[in-house]
Every structure is written in C-alpha cells, then in structure tokens.
C-alpha cells in the first residue's frame, strides 16, 4: 500500500505565482513527514520536516508545509514562485513501521515560467 | 554537509554479471539507506541498515543484497544483473532515526544491457 501520495506528476506556475504541490499519507499512527527537493543530476535536499510539533512547519527558500491531521495532508506551499525553485519535490513519511525506514512519494517537478 | 560518496558514479553492464555500488560517508551516521529512483516510481527503497553487520530489507530488495562491515561503508550488490535493475541507485545515510534528516549521495547510474 502507498504510504505516501503526491497528486500532480507535473505542476507548472508562472514566476511570482502561488506554489502548492501536494502530499497525503496514509498512517495509523503518528507519522513524520518531510518535503525534500532534487536539482537535476543531484541528490535529494531537505526542505522542511514536521515531527509533532508545530502543525506549520517552515523550510528553507521561502518554502513552508501545514500538517492536517484531519485530511492526512502535508501540501508545501511558497507564496511566490522564483525560477530557481525549478526542481522535483518529493514527500517522505517515517515511523510508520517498526524501523526507521522512510517511504518516499513520486515526486512532483515543478516547471517556473518566466 | 554530510561526507556521502558513491562509486562508480555510471556503470553499463550486461545482464547476468554481478554489480557492486559502494556507498562512503565519512559523517559516523548510524543509519545508511540504499535507494532506487525510476521514473513514476519515485524512491523506493531497497535494503537499509541501522548499525554495523545489522540491515534488514525494504519495498524492493528482491535481487540485491546488501553487507556493512564497517559504520563507514555500505555496499550494494546484485548478484546478476537484470534489465529491470537498470536505474539511478542512492544511498542516503541518517544519525537520528525516524525523525532525522537523510542526506543523500549524489548517485550511481546503472544500465543493464
């Protein structure tokens, strides 16, 4: 079963536009969450990570995510979009399972039109 | 950043001969994570230990195994190879378990031929 699901392959936004990529998990327990980001022919970075405390988390470049508990959601938001933020995002969830695996969506990659 | 090295950065192999990817960190992390990235399929992960001679499989581990002798070095082998295993592998290594950030390597790019 999918632990992790990000809707949208493909999300394209103009420069200084809205970003929204989403992330919805599906746990019976409390999970960890993470948004990390990959640059072409690069590893993978970490943008933000939400671990039980605050619901709203803030991440570096502007990029920011809400846990919602209720819908089992974890979108990453940044109010303007910038040419540099082109890239994959993925949405990770640990501690779901005994160990300290963490399970990884399909990404998203987001397209910034000038 | 975390020390993360992995070699060989490109391999083309044929299919039925046997592939060993090294993953190197030179950071003392206790978890080392090995990935695979496909198109569609996003990370998925193969093997991964939580200490010294201790590792235990993950969603895709069917063909690989894995072995860490030392807390430094985390190899990855596929005894023979198959078109199916032609992918980027990543190795990602943690200190602080469940909660903790994975700091990746910059990967290994496998063709099966």
């Known amino acids: 079963a999918q632990s992790v699901t990000q809707l949208g392959s493909h999300v394209s936004v103009s420069e200084g536009a809205l970003v929204l990529l989403r992330c919805n998990y599906s746990?019976?327990?409390?999970?960890?969450l993470f948004w990390y980001v990959q640059y072409p022919n690069q590893g993978l970075q970490l943008l933000l990570k939400?671990?039980?405390?605050?619901?709203l988390v803030k991440g570096i470049n502007g990029f920011e995510a809400e846990f919602k508990k209720s819908e089992t959601s974890f979108h990453l938001t940044k109010p303007s979009a910038h040419m540099s933020d082109a890239a994959e995002y993925f949405c990770?969830?640990?501690?779901?399972?005994?160990?300290?695996?963490?399970?990884f969506g399909t990404g998203t990659s987001l397209t910034v039109i000038p | 950043d975390a020390g993360i090295t992995q070699s060989p950065r490109h391999k083309v192999t044929e299919t039925g001969t046997p592939v060993t990817l090294r993953c190197h960190q030179t950071?003392?992390?206790?978890?080392m994570y090995w990935y695979r990235q496909d198109p569609g399929h996003g990370l998925r992960l193969i093997h991964y230990s939580y200490g010294v001679k201790d590792t235990d499989k993950g969603e895709v581990s069917d063909g690989y195994s894995v072995s860490r002798s030392k807390t430094e070095d985390f190899l990855l082998t596929l005894e023979s190879a198959t078109s199916s295993q032609t992918s980027v592998y990543f190795c990602a290594t943690a200190n602080s378990g469940r909660a903790g950030e994975l700091f990746f390597g910059e990967g290994s790019r496998l063709t099966v031929l």
């Open positions: 939400y671990t039980s405390a605050a619901t």
């Open positions: 950071e003392n992390h206790r978890y």
């Open positions: 746990s019976s327990v409390p999970p960890y």
């Open positions: 990770a969830v640990s501690g779901i399972t005994a160990g300290n695996q963490f399970y």
